[in-house]
């Protein structure tokens, strides 16, 4: 159901670096902006840009299916041979989620943390993503940059929100 983007560890510590730069400019770092989108085959006025590995560029649309607000849970798992981040949303969220991606074989949808791509991957099949449960991005291989990213994003979820 999912894949991973390929080897994206660089990008991943490009983006930490200026997330570690600007945290140590202010006094309470800001939240990230951290969600699913639709991933779109070239630029345009409804687009960003985003890191999507280390000399990869993709486009996103401007507006999310869903924000770090509908997150309720995020937390790193795996191993040393897969790096895996474990999502909860909120239940309207699950539903956007759901009815993004029913239906629609081919899709490009893409977690995105700021300005780098986590995951992007291309939606198979008619069935729509079953976020009820949560979301696993499977980022392949041992990322251990990720751990930082996760954690700004868990610092603004829930009871730990600044």
Known sequence: MFGSTGPWAAACAAALGLAISASQAAAAPAC???GFVLV????????????????????VRRTPITTITDL????????GYDTAVQLRFTPEAARRLHDATTNKDGLHIAFVVDDLAMS???????YGMDADLGVQLSLGG???EVRPIVEAVQGCIGPNAH
């Open 72 to 79: 309720t849970e995020i937390t790193l798992a795996g191993d």
């Open 40 to 59: 779109e085959p070239k630029a345009s006025p409804q687009t960003r840009p985003v890191k999507a590995g280390p000399k990869r560029t993709i486009f």
């Open 120 to 126: 992007a991957v291309t939606w198979t099949g008619p």
């Open 142 to 144: 041992p990322v251990p």
């Open 32 to 34: 990230p902006n951290a």
